[in-house]
Nanobody, 123 residues
């Protein structure tokens, strides 16, 4: 089993930055890619970004491109999501997820999920 724990969420103002962390533990050797998703109230879960432990990365083609940056510290088994110039529409619960093979933007392809961390951006 793999456990994922997100942290770093909170209440910020528009234009602020936050860095989310996703700490993996357990059988992390079974994972190859870690992704961030987010879900706003009443909306579908949205792919944000994904990275492979070996450093390859992909970002969504949506509104976060150029605004959010994903990175990984494999020695710490931790993936980060740096979020800059936050907007009220970035308000959501942010989840990290892991899978055994390459990155995917489809949430159903991920076997392991964290509990989520709330990010609220006020205007």
């Amino acid at each position: 089993q793999v456990q994922l724990v997100e942290s770093g969420g909170g209440l910020v103002q528009a234009g602020d930055s936050l860095r989310l962390s996703c700490a993996a533990s357990g059988r992390t050797a079974n994972t190859n890619a870690v992704a961030w998703f987010r879900q706003a109230p009443g909306k579908e879960r949205e792919f944000v970004a994904c990275i492979r432990w070996n450093g390859g990365s992909t970002l969504s083609g949506g509104s976060v491109k150029g605004q959010f940056t994903i990175s990984a510290d494999s020695a710490k088994s931790t993936v980060y999501l740096q979020m800059n110039s936050l907007k009220p529409e970035d308000t959501a619960v942010y989840y990290c997820a892991a899978r055994t093979v390459f990155c995917s933007s489809t949430s159903a392809n991920y076997a392991y999920w964290g509990q989520g961390t709330q990010v609220t951006v006020s205007s």
